[in-house]
């Protein structure tokens, strides 16, 4: 016979478990909510950026439909043809120009948080209305835009390996968005996207490094006909290789390297350049024709990249950065001199919640703002999210924090 004692303990033991599952849940619910939505405002922050409360100079008569402009080298597709297939990945002798209009829904669904490049490649933004503009016609619409802002600035963006033509519109849509400053945001789009193998990588270097000429090409365009008084540059990973090469021709043109600085910030992004060009001469380049160069980096690991630069000479063995990886550190670093703030190296480490740690860039809040203060502030920011580790010799990184 049943004991009913024995019955009714199993059960409260049972009741009393369940009720610890959910006890167990909910507080893994909470920490999950203050970590993503509370903590380092990143609520606060994604909902101001989603409301686009500055960006109005791209913003059309169409609730959440902003227009955006490109300049491509790459050799014309089919016309008419779907976006994908509109441009190839082979260089093309001639700049192409054109303007393309992005539907942009945001959430705040668990899918940004899960997997943000999905997020936004596949649901979130839609491309409409691509097309191709003549010359004439693009300085036309940009000068009109350029005129709109309040900051009369111009944002000229670089992506960097792998990038396909659509993906490179998608991305600097994504860009405006989250940066949501109100200028006209132009993409310089490469052919970047030369395969994911090692000899497609070294083709995309050649690319990139070829591509500095239309690059520059169009920076003269600008300069000469669009007459922004702000000039910006973003470029991403292998996008800096662009702009690199772009700025020797630039420095070679003594229309260009003699005048009154015409490009106000430069930023690179987890910079992908060519060492042989990460030098002093690159310094003088980017500080003759710009006002102000930051870089920034992130190690793969949640420990400072700047302080292993600072003690590279005795630690540089201790470090769990690959021998390359520091290598490229070390000559960013030495790009920085004492007393000069034309060129700012800034760690991002500390806020690089991103899987691989090269796309802080597309994926990191404290980026974005960061960012924004540094190209509409004149001055460099002292943002509470900063703080300064000081080298030996007197040079100053910066590290972005989450706040406190």
């Known amino acids: ?41 990143v609520a606060i922050r994604h909902a101001e950026a989603f409301l686009f409360r500055r960006m ?14 490109y300049a491509t080298n790459r050799q014309a597709g089919v016309e008419g043809a779907s976006i994908g297939e ?11 120009f054109g303007s393309f209009d992005a539907v942009i829904q ?4 668990l899918g940004m948080l899960i997997n943000p490049t999905e997020w ?84 995309a270097r050649d690319v990139a490094k070829a591509s500095g000429a239309e690059l520059a090409g169009l920076l003269e365009i600008a300069i000469r006909d669009i007459q922004p008084e702000r000039i910006w540059v973003i470029a991403n990973s292998m996008g800096g290789q662009v ?20 490009i ?10 060519d060492h042989e060009q990460f030098d002093e001469q690159f310094r003088n380049e980017i500080t003759a024709m710009a006002r102000h160069l930051t870089v920034y980096v992130s190690s793969n690991d949640r420990a400072l990249l700047v302080s292993r630069l600072v003690n590279r000479g005795a630690r540089r063995g201790e470090s769990t950065l690959s021998p390359k990886q520091l290598e490229e550190a070390v000559r960013l670093s030495d790009l920085v001199m004492p007393n ?7 760690d991002v480490t500390p806020v690089n919640r991103t899987r691989n740690f090269h796309n802080f860039s597309l994926e990191t809040p404290e980026f974005f703002d960061d960012l924004f203060l540094r190209l509409v502030n004149r001055e460099t920011p002292r943002n509470r999210r900063l703080y300064h580790i000081q080298a030996p010799n007197g040079a100053v990184y910066s590290v972005l924090t989450r706040g406190r």
């Open 340 to 346: 000069d703030n034309r060129i700012t190296l800034v």
């Open 106 to 109: 945001p959430s705040l669904g």
């Open 243 to 262: 702009v690199a090469d772009a700025f020797s021709l630039l420095y070679a043109n003594a229309d260009f390297s003699d005048a009154q600085t015409e």
């Open 56 to 69: 109005t100079v791209a913003q059309l008569a169409d609730q959440g439909e902003y227009r955006f402009f």
């Open 1 to 41: 016979m049943a004991d009913p004692q024995g019955a009714n303990n199993g059960k409260r033991r049972r009741w009393w478990i369940l009720a610890l599952i959910l006890l167990v849940l909910s507080g893994a619910g909470f920490w999950f909510y203050k970590v993503y939505f509370v903590s380092t405002d």
């Open 264 to 273: 106000e910030d430069v930023v690179l992004t987890a910079p992908d350049v």
């Open 120 to 203: 936004f490649q596949n649901e979130e933004i839609h491309l409409r209305d691509v097309r191709s503009l003549d010359q004439p016609d693009f300085v036309s619409r940009m000068q009109a835009k350029v005129q709109a802002s309040p900051h009369r600035a111009l944002l000229i963006v670089v992506h960097g390996f792998r990038e396909a033509y659509e993906s490179a519109l998608r991305k600097t849509a994504f860009l405006g968005h989250v940066l949501d400053i109100n200028a006209p945001v132009l993409l310089f789009d490469w052919p970047g996207n030369q395969g994911s193998s090692l000899s497609g990588y070294r083709r």
């Open 86 to 96: 509109r441009y190839g990945r082979e260089r093309g002798s001639a700049l192409s």
